[in-house]
């Protein structure tokens, strides 16, 4: 029996690593110069690792190699955030032409089980370790079910190790990525992870991650953890876990990680070079975690001071088109990120995503316009502001990358200190975006067209023909 797990790839998604940096010969010492995607899809090489061992298991990740339709496949399964949906769906629909069936998973199919359901011949609900191997069974018996629906949670504990063999390493930016937990305690209206992967946060045992840790090649790995300080105690444990192991790591945290000294010094002990925090907007009452909002643009400032002493960069994440919104608090947004000296930022628009509290509050009042969900990348507006048409909020996103990645904002951010490759190397790495972002055509860097799905069809024209 042979499976084939496919990721499929919108060409303006997010985790796409800009040519410019990729080009630049000196990161080649840091970073694989030669990958096109930021991370591997490792929910795929976890699954893989359900699969009993008499079973054939291919992984398939179109981010860094074209789809082969004509590959020998008794099952596939196809994962699909929301914006990767519809190419999802077209795949789906080549490989169920040739009779190969086909199963759906992922968030989007979580959140819209009969939509997927058009494109599939089994979809699954929820976590699918909880129901692959019955499934794998069920097809191998002839009796494959329409929907299988994960009940409960996955309990993180002794858990296989990702098959990262079935990846090929040299088309990630960072190869090695680890998950220690899942789930979120927060209930962020336009974030879906609460819904898909629960609030009571689950964590593996701070043991087995140091295990994984020490079977990764190279000195380099990133926690795709929602939130790698959730739990301060639990994350003490695993920082001073880590000490050992002398890897550098970059992973997702809250603004509420600067408020524990203790936690920030042995994250940086422990090798943490980078933190993702998603600062969002400080515009309305969104930004709850900096407290008093008079207070927000000292907070701000403190907490990123906080993080940067430590030597651990910060690439922060701003969304634009809340209901607080409007040209003045979007300028200085950016001006306060470009003031703070953040190392790294990365502005979206604000999306109601399928099954998120937003979307159920736009679409009630009727806000939302648009409901192609080749558009839900975070760079295209479907839904229509309070403040702005959704036009200025477009314009105000293509200015907000263009100012923070401009050379003054480049050296007023990036400044020389101890640890010169470190600084080359964050410079080198704003110098990259800066290209990108000047050679995009307006708006290109981030706004979803119809492009994917046409270059879809140039693509495979011969293959959907047969």
Not at 41 to 50: E, G
Not at 342 to 353: E, G, R, V
Not at 377 to 389: D, I, L, Q, R, Y
Request: with cysteine; hydrophobic share 45%; charged share 30%.
């Amino acid at each position: 029996m042979k499976i084939i797990l496919i990721n499929p790839s919108n060409p303006y998604n997010l985790y796409r690593v800009p040519t410019a940096i990729r080009r630049m010969p000196v990161l080649g010492h840091f970073f694989n110069k030669e990958a096109s995607s930021v991370f591997p899809p490792l929910n795929l090489a976890v699954l893989a690792a359900y699969v009993p061992p008499d079973v054939e298991v291919r992984i398939i990740d179109e981010c860094v190699e074209p789809i082969d339709f004509e590959a020998e496949a008794d099952l596939v399964g196809i994962t699909a955030m929301t914006g990767m949906a519809p190419i999802a769906y077209k795949i789906a629909d080549i490989f169920r032409a040739r009779g190969i069936p086909v199963v759906l998973g992922g968030i989007h199919p979580t959140i819209l089980p009969e939509e997927a359901a058009a494109h599939a011949d089994a979809v699954v609900v929820g976590e699918g370790e909880l129901v692959w191997r019955d499934l794998i069974e069920d097809f191998r018996r002839k009796r494959l079910q329409r929907l299988y629906r994960a009940d409960g949670w996955l309990d993180m504990r002794g858990l296989p190790r990702p098959r990262r063999d079935l990846l090929n390493p040299l088309g990630y930016f960072i190869p090695n990525t680890v998950q220690t937990s899942r789930g979120c305690p927060f209930d962020c209206d336009f974030c879906s992870v609460s819904r898909t992967l629960g609030r009571t946060l689950r964590d593996r045992p701070v043991g087995e991650v140091v295990e994984e840790i020490r079977e990764l090649p190279g000195r380099t790995l990133f926690f795709i953890d929602d939130m790698i300080n959730a739990k301060p105690e639990r994350a003490r444990e695993l920082y001073r876990a880590m000490i050992p192991l002398r890897m550098d790591w970059g992973g997702q945290a809250t603004v509420t990680m600067a408020n524990d000294d203790e936690l920030l010094d042995l994250a940086a002990e422990s090798g943490c070079k980078l933190l993702f925090i998603g600062f969002e907007t400080l515009a309305g009452k969104s930004l709850k975690k900096l407290g008093d909002p008079k207070l927000w643009r000292e907070r701000l400032l403190k907490t990123v001071e906080k993080i940067r002493r430590r030597r651990i960069a910060i690439w922060g994440s701003f969304v634009l088109g809340f209901d607080g919104d409007d040209e003045k608090t979007i300028r200085e947004m950016v001006q306060l990120a470009i003031d703070a000296q953040i190392d790294f930022a990365q502005f979206s628009m604000l999306t109601p995503l399928p099954g998120t509290a937003l979307y159920e509050e736009f679409s009630r009042e009727g806000r939302i316009f648009n409901k192609d969900w080749m558009v839900y990348t975070m760079g295209e507006m479907v839904f229509e502001p309070a403040k702005m048409s959704s036009v200025e909020v477009k314009e105000r996103l293509i200015d907000a990358w263009r100012d923070f990645y401009s050379l003054p904002s480049i050296f007023r951010r990036i400044r020389w200190g101890r640890g010169w490759k470190r600084h080359a190397v964050l410079w080198l790495m704003n110098v990259g975006i800066h290209t990108a972002v000047a050679k995009a055509r307006s708006g290109s860097l981030t706004r979803i067209e119809h492009q994917p799905e046409a270059q879809f069809e140039r693509e495979n024209a011969g293959t959907a023909a047969r």
